[in-house]
């Protein structure tokens, strides 16, 4: 018999209350009533104590769904509803109820719920008592794209600091983060709670002031959720599943291939597999090699989480190696090898099936005489390779009793560019432009910069003196005096890098920092940067002049590269930036950074005042370079993003014989952005060619010249390629500023190579020598411009013992583009980006198009 709404609402309330247990008197109910479409529950608290935080699971028939919330939020996964109290609700006082304002939603029929929980229990108080709630826990929920995580306290104490971590599914990204900041490395997200929700009174939660953000998959629920390394719901710890079905799939003389299924995850996700004899795995199958012929084996496969935490062992599995007695015929040789397919740092062969008597193994793919891979089918990609570098492949067959096939016919390949179509233009970015030249993120995208260049090195990052690892979270200034040796000692700016608020007319957005934001400064403004011009790669440039001092000591041992190279790519690749200022912490500038560009000037050479020099720098170099490389590849096989590593490399050739090794190198390094300027200039201090004016970025040796030898962008170039280098691996470096002297005499060439008194005024007063492009245009009255067509040089004169500057102009950006494409040149590089207005670089685009 059917009865009315209004009948079954007064049945349904005489059950709740009839239902309620005596020793559930804290204990809320919630009945539901019908009127047409529109389903309410009246949430009531029977207790003598308020309870604070509660939702409300049900189930609904199949196909019906439930939207048009009122007094609450909800969310649908399938037949199941999710219903979260808006915050005036969120606590039901001692012998109160939520009337008149209960949760109310609209179903798409008139149906009643399959079934009902509130807090864990029964909505009509029967049952067992609900599981007590965490102390501190969360709540995840979403709409379509649109989720939220609601964080309490259930504690009796306030809590002071939370952090949410959870893991989305392979390939779903989380952004637009409100009343938190978001970041995320692979599929991990960490939430950060805004100031004003970051203390959580007790008994409360974070509402109405939850962080919520987008998914870009609707209804992407996470396969994991942490508060403080405690699980969001405050279940404990469960270690995954073990794996099922291990089995032998290949096994040789020397080798056993097995393969299993994949284990349940427990509280967190599965990262990898543990064989019993020690061999780890990403994936769901391994090769153990090295074995005994004909000798027993038996393996066992354990699950391990992201935490380190394993799995009960699989069952056993049991393999005799093949005895090479019983075979000696080896298979044919691999048919038609060939390259398929190519990226920057890949290449995937193909070649035909070769047989044998007894069964092929599987294949070896060899890089020159080094086995890069074994597979069982007949295609491999080769990844961890180095751009616009050529590898020859070949490819033998193994068969069941180790017997190899000659090597196929080798295959030669080039990968791809760094930039795969087109030229680079690499634009170093000075954290202090924001001070004395107002230079900020912003100018990159309003001048139209951003919008041509493909790379911007944020300058830069210094190493702590004491710990020798990549220094961050300071803010201390440089001595005045640039030849104290120690004047970059535990020197930073923390502040600058991600501490200071900008203003909205400072912000690449328009939209100003509170000042509470875990992630502000340049950083965020890079953050900003990239979400608008999605093709640029930003990297962190360590070291540079002042802050070069102690690589030599970070690349003397195998031990401190390793411990350099893990703590740099912890602080700027993976965004877990000190605390400073209130800003920072784990993951807040994840996402900022796509690679690392080194700067130590110079290895094995004199460079600033105290600098750190071995004559171990050159080889110490190299595996400096090759440790970066290797940490950076393990981490794309944990995130699946490429990290670009490169360097700024001397013209001198002096110092390059000194430091570089330039073949050994290159398999490593994705650019060498080659010094193209500071040839000559007096310097601030006028310990550096004060007496003659000389060019400071010339393209060609001047025949003028009085200095032998001399220096030339050409002639640096020209070293690189001669020591093999890819010349689709080489930038030249562009002066977006001049060097000036004073007091010079004419000479019949306009103050060429004349005599000087000393540097000109500079653009700041600390800056005796230098002035910015558009500070030189502007800041030097009645300074004619002369442009050397021999040398390729650009310099201006203000007459008989007056000012002569040396700078790059539109002119001799033009002449050099054209030379680098002549050289089939990677591109450029340019020092720095405040100099310009927008003419030079643009300048620079046209003549790279």
């Not at 059917?2 to 009945?31: C, E, F, I």
């Not at 047989?355 to 193994?361: E, L």
């Not at 000075?430 to 493909?454: C, E, H, M, P």
């Amino acid at each position: 018999m059917r009865r009315s709404p209004v009948v079954l609402l007064a049945v349904l309330v005489a059950v709740a209350l009839s239902a309620v247990p005596a020793d559930a008197a804290a204990r809320l109910t919630a009945t539901f009533g019908l009127s047409g479409t529109t389903g309410k529950f009246v949430v009531a608290n029977p207790g003598t104590t308020a309870v604070t935080g509660w939702s409300i699971v049900f189930e609904l028939p199949p196909g019906v769904t439930a939207g048009n919330p009122q007094n609450a939020t909800i969310t649908q996964n399938g037949a199941k509803v999710t219903l979260t109290p808006a915050f005036y609700i969120n606590t039901v006082q001692a012998g109160r109820n939520t009337e008149p304002y209960s949760p109310a939603v609209t179903l798409s029929s008139a149906v009643q719920p399959v079934s009902c929980k509130v807090n864990g229990a029964n909505c009509d108080g029967s049952g067992p008592e609900p599981p007590a709630p965490p102390p501190v826990g969360a709540t995840y929920s979403v709409s379509g794209t649109s989720a939220k995580i609601v964080e309490a306290n259930n504690s009796t104490t306030a809590l002071n600091g939370w952090t949410v971590v959870f893991d989305l599914p392979s390939g779903v990204t989380a952004s637009n983060a409100q009343h938190a900041t978001l970041a995320q490395n692979g599929r991990t997200v960490t939430l950060t709670p805004a100031h004003y929700n970051t203390t959580v009174a007790a008994g409360a939660t974070t509402e109405p002031y939850s962080p919520s953000f987008t998914v870009s998959t609707a209804g992407a629920e996470p396969t994991s959720c942490r508060v403080n390394d405690v699980n969001c719901d405050g279940t404990p710890d469960a270690p995954p599943g073990a794996p099922g079905n291990p089995r032998v799939t290949v096994k040789t003389t020397r080798t056993v291939s097995l393969a299993w299924d994949a284990a349940q995850q427990g509280s967190l996700p599965i990262v990898g597999y543990v064989l019993s004899n020690g061999t780890e795995v990403s994936g769901t199958s391994a090769t153990v090699s090295g074995l005994t012929p004909n000798t027993s084996y038996t393996f066992t496969v354990k699950a391990k989480d992201r935490k380190g935490a394993l799995s009960a062992a699989s069952a056993p599995v049991t393999v005799t190696t093949n005895n090479p007695a019983d075979d000696t015929q080896p298979p044919t040789t691999p048919g038609n090898p060939r390259s398929t397919g190519r990226t920057s740092s890949s290449v995937t062969l193909a070649w035909t099936a070769s047989t044998d008597n007894k069964g092929v193994a599987n294949y070896d793919v060899y890089t020159g005489a080094t086995l890069a891979t074994t597979v069982t089918g007949t295609t491999a990609t080769v990844g961890g390779l180095s751009p616009s570098t050529e590898y020859t492949f070949t490819v033998k067959a193994r068969d069941l009793y180790d017997n190899l096939s000659p090597a196929g016919a080798p295959v030669t390949v080039t990968t791809s560019d760094i930039v795969e179509t087109g030229y680079a233009r690499v634009g170093y970015f000075v954290q202090w432009g924001i001070y004395g030249r107002q230079y900020f993120v912003r100018n990159l995208d309003t001048s139209g910069a951003a919008a041509k260049l493909t790379h911007i090195n944020y300058a830069f990052g210094n190493i702590d003196p004491v710990n020798l690892t990549c220094l961050q979270g300071v803010t201390k200034g440089t001595t005045q005096n640039p030849q104290d040796p120690s004047q970059g000692d535990g020197a930073g700016d923390a502040e600058a890098d991600y501490g200071r608020p900008f203003s909205a007319a400072q912000s690449v957005d328009g939209v100003a920092d509170t000042g509470w934001e875990k992630l502000r400064g340049n950083f965020n403004q890079l953050k900003k940067l990239k979400a608008k011009h999605p093709h640029l790669k930003v990297l962190i440039s360590l070291g540079g002049w002042t802050y070069s001092k102690y690589f030599s000591d970070v690349a003397a041992t195998d031990a401190a590269r390793k411990k350099f190279v893990s703590s740099c790519i912890d602080i700027y690749i993976k965004g877990n930036l000190p605390v400073a200022g209130g800003a920072g912490g784990p993951g807040t500038a994840a996402g900022v950074f796509d690679g690392i560009d080194l700067d130590w000037e110079w290895p094995g050479a004199e460079g600033h005042a105290g600098n750190h020099v071995s004559p171990n720098d050159k080889a110490n170099n190299t595996l400096l370079i090759a440790e970066f490389r290797r940490q950076l590849d393990e981490l794309t096989r944990q995130t699946g993003q490429r990290y670009q590593l490169t360097a700024f490399t001397p013209a001198d050739p002096a110092k390059i014989a000194a430091g570089w090794d330039l073949p050994q190198i290159a398999k490593n390094l994705d650019i060498f952005n080659v010094q193209g300027y500071d040839f000559h200039g007096a310097g601030s201090d006028n310990s550096w060619e004060p007496n003659r004016t000389g060019h400071q970025g010339n393209l060609h040796l001047d025949t003028d010249s009085p200095y032998d030898p001399d220096f030339s962008v050409e002639k640096a170039i020209d070293v690189y390629l001669q020591a093999g280098v890819h010349p689709r691996k080489l930038t030249i470096g562009l002066a977006y500023y001049g060097r000036g002297w004073q007091g010079v005499a004419d000479g019949g060439k306009a103050g060429e190579w004349q005599s000087a008194t000393g540097a000109a005024p500079g653009q700041f007063a600390e800056e005796a020598g230098t002035r910015g492009y558009g500070n030189l245009v502007a800041g030097v009255p009645n300074c004619t411009v002369r442009h050397d067509e021999q040398a390729v040089a650009t310099s201006c004169f203000t007459g008989n013992g007056g000012q002569w500057w040396s700078f790059d102009d539109a002119w001799s950006i033009g002449k050099k583009t054209a030379w680098l494409r002549s050289k089939n040149l990677l591109g450029a590089m340019i020092w720095e980006m405040s100099g310009d207005t927008g003419v030079l670089t643009a300048a620079l685009d046209a003549g790279l198009r």
